[in-house]
């Protein structure tokens, strides 16, 4: 079986190539053989603070190529076990958010409907609305795991409906999510008023502030997590301000007093054993990125993620390999 996966870097320096997420093969089709697909959405139209989210994509491919296929927190050689590809960029249309809400879909629907996992770098938050729409059309309303210092429930921002502020209230006005299955995890920073964070849990929405979770522990919040999303299909949008700015700097609209980075990685590294469906990792932005910090956060986040879909696939052979040999026993 064909199998695509990064290159050899004792035979090819990681300075040398093409920038692709790990060093990934850069192709533009799917197969059978594909397990996920890394793509970009440099979409920043939508961001309210800063722009320049656009480059985020180039930013974290870039930084990435540091990454080794063996994952040592997690035991496992990645690419034992599965096959991807960087798919590169979607061709987005700057200025235009409806438009390029229908590229986001047109691309990523082939992608879902083989049944690959779609991981997508953004790009600003206002591209995950995009990224559900495709998504439901083959496993229906999913379950919304968010990381981030802002709920991104408001009902408009500057008399618009579709930005980065409104993303997730608008995917729940059009049915993408199942909100009794759905966490927010992070939230903080100052308001415009109490109902910001209560207009997410009327919503439906599990809404954990940063205090929350650091006062119950990271070990605790899994086990929220487990509990709330279940058994079913699941979306995973980390949007890189859950940092804090030490850890993060460069991103549209920083909060102080965030996670850390090995917390957000032991978050990520507890999510075993979920129907992921897709992921996302949004707003980083390269321009307040000091020696690529923010970079190297979110491609280790990423190379999380994929760690996640070779544990789900692991699991899976073992599992029919278990029953295989209950099988030739009770034969025997």
Not at 121 to 147: N, Y
Not at 163 to 172: Q, S, W
Request: proline share 5%; aromatic share 10%.
């Amino acid at each position: 079986m064909m199998k695509y996966q990064p290159k050899d870097s004792f035979k090819s320096p990681r300075f040398c190539g093409v920038r692709t997420f790990m060093r990934l093969p850069f192709v533009e089709r799917v197969d059978e053989h594909m397990d996920f697909v890394i793509t970009g959405i440099p979409f920043d139209s939508g961001q309210s603070f800063r722009t320049g989210a656009r480059f985020g994509p180039e930013a974290i491919r870039d930084f990435s190529i540091l990454l080794r296929p063996y994952n040592p927190e997690q035991d496992i050689n990645i690419f034992d076990y599965i096959s991807g590809i960087d798919y590169g960029d979607i061709p987005i249309i700057p200025g235009y958010i409806s438009e390029t809400y229908k590229k986001i879909e047109e691309e990523l629907i082939p992608v879902i409907e083989k049944g690959i996992i779609p991981i997508s770098l953004g790009g600003d938050h206002s591209i995950t609305l995009g990224e559900l729409r495709a998504i439901v059309k083959k496993h229906g309303p999913v379950a919304l795991l968010q990381f981030d210092a802002h709920s991104d429930t408001w009902d408009s921002y500057f008399d618009q409906k579709y930005n980065h502020g409104t993303v997730f209230r608008r995917a729940i006005e059009e049915g993408l999510i199942d909100v009794s299955r759905s966490l927010q995890i992070g939230m903080r920073g100052g308001l415009y008023g109490p109902e910001d964070l209560q207009d997410a849990r009327d919503l439906g929405l599990g809404v954990y502030t940063t205090n929350d979770y650091k006062r119950i522990g990271v070990e605790k919040m899994l086990r929220v997590i487990h509990e709330r999303v279940a058994d079913g299909p699941v979306f995973l949008s980390f949007d890189i301000d859950f940092l804090d700015p030490v850890y993060a700097p460069g991103t549209g609209t920083p909060e102080v007093s965030g996670a850390s980075i090995d917390d957000a990685l032991a978050l990520v590294r507890g999510l075993t054993n979920i129907d992921f469906v897709g992921f996302d990792l949004v707003e980083v932005l390269p321009s307040y990125d000091h020696g690529q910090i923010t970079a190297a956060a979110a491609a280790n986040i990423v190379y999380e993620f994929i760690t996640l879909i070779a544990l789900a696939k692991k699991g899976k052979l073992e599992k029919k390999e278990r029953a295989g040999d209950l099988e030739t026993q009770l034969n025997k």
